[in-house]
């Protein structure tokens, strides 16, 4: 066979080399030890956790060491691309601030090392296809769909590795080029497959996360182009990487049965290897059984990103929990240095788990509480209401109306060693803080059994008679006291609880009352403070109903 001349006739257009192509993506100008990571996305119309959680990674390995971090388009399979995909997910990641230094943007490309679609880069491939047919190193496959389906029954009977390799393959790698030649003028369409030697060694990986991994080499013929002579992830992944310079590859682990066919194309076009880095999957604790399972995009809802910008969690808790799970050392790092931005956090792939990593919602919610916790009210603010603009307008008309007030709520219960952890998420934190609007306040708590209506008038009457709102809070407390003992209430709760009956009740019933009037809930903050950022004449309206 003349595989120049095949070479040829597959691809007559092809006239740029290799040295042409490798000279347009020079290395990179870059300090000493920088990584340059990407994320290489599907345009799916899904956007997943895992996409934010291999973002993350990639982020923090490239920018941590002085490097470049970009972004891919991994468009191949047009069967699965949706319209508008790309711009979703660009918009996706910015929304959960990952910031790219190039790539693909909504529309358009950023960086020198383009174009970040793949689809757009049909002619770089097909010229290192061409280069591998001349080498007698690839060929074009003939086999139709209903051949490789009879071959794949076939082994499937015979318990044999699916695929195309040794006698499955002889047939078309041993076309003449004339047969080849009359086969393409009669309009048969074909796929580019790589010739793989069949052979029983092994390859060895350094993975940067699960450390030295023996495989067997690849044996397949696996494809390279696909009939509309566009490359496959495997190839695409494989040349994009060598000319964008990538230095680690961050992928699901779902990729390493591929891997073989990865080091294979690496050998065979005489690159180096990037740092593989093969990641956790992530997986759940099944409600139903307790035990550990993938997540599903069926199933569960939380595998979808658009989830948690729906229910409102803050990207930053999504950046904590995320490295929480990614890094094992991560909530020691954050115990022993609260306050500083968790990009101050040195991130090792070293300390990544292997085995799955646990979506534990529960943990999320509590890292959310802290996060926002601890958070500059202003924060607080500027980043519910973006929420609230997005997902509930007439909250944030409410928290544009009411925005001095609002800073003045998230305040409270701020002071001292135990500050309150009242707001988990943007979605949560309409309803919890609903009481300070009138326009949302609504009274969801009974009053306390050990209050009747006489009682409920009487102290409302008597503590809207002595309020003084310039009081302190220890003046105010002192005259919540007095009322609480002329009512016959007990002052101290213990005393109550020491002798029931010679009390009604205790100031804890009292104090309730006033949260329950106040706010809505028994369970609320700090009552002077909330009376303080109402304002006084909010106070005694809410009040005088119960009078
Ligand atoms: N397009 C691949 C995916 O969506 C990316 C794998 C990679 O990052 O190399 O899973």
Same mark, same amino acid.
């Given at each position: 066979m003349d595989n120049n001349a095949l070479a040829e006739l597959l691809f007559p257009d092809i006239t740029e080399t290799r040295a042409e192509v490798e000279a347009r993506y020079p290395e990179r100008v870059l300090p000493e030890g920088a990584c340059v990571t990407r994320i290489g996305p599907s345009p799916t119309g899904f956007v997943h956790l895992g996409n934010l959680y291999n973002a993350i990674i990639a982020e923090r390995i490239a920018h941590q060491s002085g490097g470049v971090f970009y972004l891919r388009i991994e468009d191949t399979d047009n069967k699965r691309e949706v319209e508008g995909a790309v711009e979703m997910l660009i918009e996706a990641m910015d929304y959960f601030s990952v910031r790219f230094d190039e790539g693909a943007t909504a529309g358009d490309d950023n960086g020198a090392y383009g174009p970040y679609r793949q689809r757009q880069r049909?002619?770089?491939?097909?010229?290192?296809?061409?280069?591998?047919?001349?080498?007698?190193?690839?060929?074009?496959c003939f086999l139709t769909e209903d051949e490789l389906n009879a071959i794949r029954d076939s082994q499937t009977a015979a318990k044999e590795n699916p695929g195309i390799y040794g006698k499955y393959a002889e047939k078309n790698r041993s076309l003449t080029l004339e047969e080849i030649k009359a086969n393409i003028e009669a309009g048969k369409t074909w796929v580019l497959r790589y010739k793989a030697v069949m052979t029983d060694e092994h390859i060895s990986v350094d993975d940067a996360v699960r450390g030295r991994l023996e495989m067997p080499r690849n044996c397949m013929d696996f494809v390279l182009l696909k009939s509309d002579g566009i490359p496959t992830y495997h190839f695409a992944h494989v040349i994009d990487d060598h000319l964008m310079h990538s230095t680690h590859v961050i992928r699901g682990e779902e990729w390493l049965s591929s891997l073989p066919m990865h080091v294979e194309l690496f050998g065979a076009l005489g690159w180096e290897q990037p740092k593989y880095c093969h990641t956790a999957t992530l997986m759940k604790i099944d409600p139903e059984n307790g035990g550990k399972r993938k997540l599903s995009k069926r199933k569960d809802p939380e595998l979808a990103l658009s989830y948690y910008r729906q229910e409102g969690i803050s990207r930053d808790a999504m950046?904590? !929990?995320?490295?929480?799970? %990614?890094? #094992?050392?991560?909530?020691?790092?954050?115990?022993?240095?609260?306050?500083?931005?968790?990009?101050?956090?040195p991130y090792t792939l070293e300390k990544m788990s292997v085995s799955g990593a646990l979506v534990d919602l529960e943990k999320l919610r509590d890292i959310s509480k802290e996060v926002i916790?601890?958070?500059?009210?202003?924060?607080?603010?500027?980043?519910?209401?973006?929420?609230?603009?997005?997902?509930?307008?007439?909250?944030?008309?409410l928290l544009s109306k009411y925005k001095d007030r609002t800073l003045a709520a998230l305040n409270v219960g701020k002071g001292g060693k135990k500050p309150r952890k009242d707001i988990e998420n943007w979605k949560q934190a309409c309803d919890f803080m609903s009481f300070y609007y009138d326009e949302t306040?609504?009274?969801?708590?009974?009053?306390?059994?050990?209050?009747?209506?006489?009682?409920?008038?009487? !102290?409302?009457?008597?503590? %809207?008679? #002595?309020?003084?709102?310039?009081?302190?809070?220890a003046a105010w407390f002192d005259k919540v006291r007095a009322i609480t003992d002329e009512l016959g209430f007990a002052v101290k709760p213990k005393d109550f609880k020491k002798e029931p009956d010679k009390f009604r009740g205790s100031i804890v019933h009292v104090t309730n009352m006033l949260r329950i009037a106040l706010t809505g809930h028994a369970n609320a903050p700090d009552i002077w403070e909330v009376s303080h950022v109402l304002g006084e004449d909010i106070v005694r309206a809410r009040l005088e109903k119960w009078v």
């Open positions: 049909k002619g770089i491939y097909q010229v290192f296809a061409k280069e591998l047919v001349s080498r007698g190193l690839a060929y074009p950046w904590e !929990f995320l490295l929480t799970l %990614l890094n #094992s050392n991560f909530e020691e790092w954050r115990l022993a240095n609260p306050g500083v931005s968790y990009l101050d956090f916790c601890a958070m500059a009210p202003e924060k607080v603010y500027d980043e519910w209401y973006a929420w609230c603009a997005e997902y509930n307008k007439e909250y944030a008309e306040f609504k009274v969801y708590d009974e009053m306390p059994a050990e209050c009747d209506g006489d009682t409920v008038k009487t !102290f409302f009457t008597k503590y %809207l008679e #002595s309020y003084d709102h310039s009081d302190d809070s």
